[in-house]
């Protein structure tokens, strides 16, 4: 039997309706974090001068994430004190304030402070906007909004590297932009986009109802047991995240690439975890994730340690292992947090996204010094041996996932229409 194709056209209109709604929330977090994430790599552009006291390097790679996870720990808190849109555009705000203090003075004690406060907007700007696109969207289009959620993020880091590219790496504005770009996502959340779309429940009906009973909260530990592999992939998610956009500037200095090179490096990983999003995500919606998750950490560490491989690689070659590792190593944590979210009933989404923030803050914080580290004491190469470890193990439990018996009392809420 044939549907009307006014009907159709109708369903498909209605549906659209919800993300048509959203998507001026969705540019202004693309546009902050583009700013955020400029302002990370012109830092990191600015560490790889060998002048600097490599410690000096350490302890300021390792500001950002313990301001990160201290953006975890308080956004919650925000939210409830102010409300989701009220919350972003105080931490926007937080943001341009921090970037201008970089434009003042190279003190290390002040850009250590620096650095926590990017790190704190980043993380909290993250929070705010998942838990609210996780209470906004229902059961049907929490993939769709969450796919668009990570498109946006990707493409944030994307433009990053563009304006850097198109500014030069070694340009003296770097920090002015950054600035001028954080200014225009708060002009344009405040003043352009309009307010965001209500909720369906009161924010303090939801808080309430979330800590109605705290035996039902999912902490890190309690998904682990229910879903280590996506555990395991929000962590090496953090660990990849940091260390490549950090900690490729100060790599390709070593092993004597100039800068320019460097963010190229960087924009092609962008660029490949920003064009596999949606064919990745289709195949998470038609087959096991587990195994791909499988199959992403093989990968993962192939091309780790291809890059690690002794020896020097014709530049585009370089360009395409970067290209092809951001198209697997960016692409794990959607398909690691789809399974977790299928594994868990709706009313405990925004808890369990919550403790996963959390532990993707703890691989941020983790990880940075011991990367820098390594690459002190044996090469610039074991930066991509460190991150190759990550992928194994995301392979490894995939593997234990797939093997182990199913726990009983897991009940499964197939939100994108996986096979788990």
Same mark, same amino acid.
């Given at each position: 039997?044939?549907?009307?194709?006014?009907?159709?056209?109708?369903?498909?209109?209605?549906?659209?309706?919800?993300?048509?709604?959203?998507l001026h929330v969705m540019a202004s977090i693309c546009i902050v974090a583009t700013g955020n994430s400029l302002l990370t790599t012109t830092v990191s552009l600015h560490l790889?001068?060998?002048?600097?006291?490599?410690?000096?390097?350490?302890? +300021?790679?390792?500001?950002?994430?313990?301001?990160? #996870?201290? /953006?975890?720990?308080? !956004? @919650? &808190?925000?939210?409830?004190?102010?409300?989701?849109?009220?919350a972003f555009l105080a931490v926007a705000l937080l943001a341009a304030f921090g970037a201008c203090g970089y434009m003042l003075t190279e003190v290390a004690p002040v850009w250590f402070c620096l650095r926590l406060i990017n790190?704190?907007?980043?993380?909290?700007?993250?929070?705010?906007?998942?838990?609210?696109?996780?209470?906004?969207?229902?059961?049907?289009?929490?993939?769709?909004?969450?796919?668009?959620?990570?498109?946006?993020?990707?493409?944030?880091?994307?433009?990053?590297?563009?304006?850097?590219?198109?500014?030069?790496?070694?340009?003296?504005? +770097?920090?002015?932009?950054?600035?001028?770009?954080? #200014?225009? /996502?708060?002009?344009? !959340? @405040? &003043?352009?986009?309009?307010?965001?779309?209500?909720?369906?429940?009161?924010?303090?009906?939801t808080v309430d109802a979330g800590n109605a009973h705290s035996g039902h909260r999912y902490g890190i530990w309690r998904l682990a047991a229910l879903a280590p592999v996506a555990v395991v992939c929000v962590f090496q998610a953090g660990m990849t995240n940091m260390n490549v956009y950090t900690m490729t500037p100060i790599y390709a200095e070593r092993v004597h690439l100039d800068a320019a090179v460097a963010v190229t490096l960087v924009t092609a990983f962008s660029l490949g975890g920003m064009l596999a999003q949606a064919p990745v995500g289709w195949l998470s919606d038609r087959m096991d994730r587990r195994v791909l998750l499988l199959l992403q950490g093989l990968a993962g560490t192939g091309l780790c340690a291809?890059?690690?491989?002794?020896?020097?690689y014709p530049q585009m070659l370089l360009y395409g292992l970067f290209f092809a590792y951001g198209a697997i190593a960016l692409t794990i944590y959607p398909v690691g947090i789809a399974y977790a979210n299928s594994q868990l009933d709706s009313r405990h989404m925004v808890s369990a996204s919550g403790s996963l923030l959390l532990l993707y803050s703890i691989g941020n914080i983790m990880t940075p010094g011991l990367a820098?580290?390594?690459?002190?004491?044996?090469a610039p190469q074991a930066l991509?041996?460190?991150?190759?470890?990550?992928?194994?193990?995301?392979?490894?439990?995939?593997?234990?996932?797939?093997l182990r018996r199913p726990i009983g009392a897991a009940k499964p809420c197939f939100t994108t229409g996986g096979n788990e």
């Open positions: 039997m044939m549907r009307d194709p006014d009907r159709t056209i109708g369903d498909f209109w209605r549906k659209a309706a919800g993300l048509r709604a959203i790889s001068d060998p002048a600097i006291d490599p410690h000096v390097v350490q302890l +300021l790679l390792t500001a950002f994430p313990i301001g990160f #996870l201290a /953006g975890c720990l308080s !956004a @919650r &808190f925000m939210v409830v004190r102010f409300g989701h849109e009220r790190g704190f907007s980043i993380a909290t700007l993250f929070v705010v906007s998942e838990s609210w696109i996780n209470l906004y969207a229902d059961q049907k289009n929490r993939g769709a909004y969450f796919s668009l959620y990570m498109l946006m993020t990707s493409l944030a880091t994307l433009f990053a590297q563009l304006l850097v590219e198109a500014a030069g790496a070694t340009s003296p504005h +770097l920090f002015q932009i950054a600035l001028g770009v954080i #200014l225009l /996502g708060l002009i344009y !959340a @405040r &003043f352009v986009g309009g307010p965001w779309p209500v909720l369906r429940l009161p924010l303090a009906v291809a890059i690690a491989w002794p020896g020097s820098a580290q390594l690459m002190e004491l044996f991509f041996l460190l991150l190759g470890s990550g992928a194994f193990l995301v392979a490894a439990t995939a593997c234990f996932n797939l």
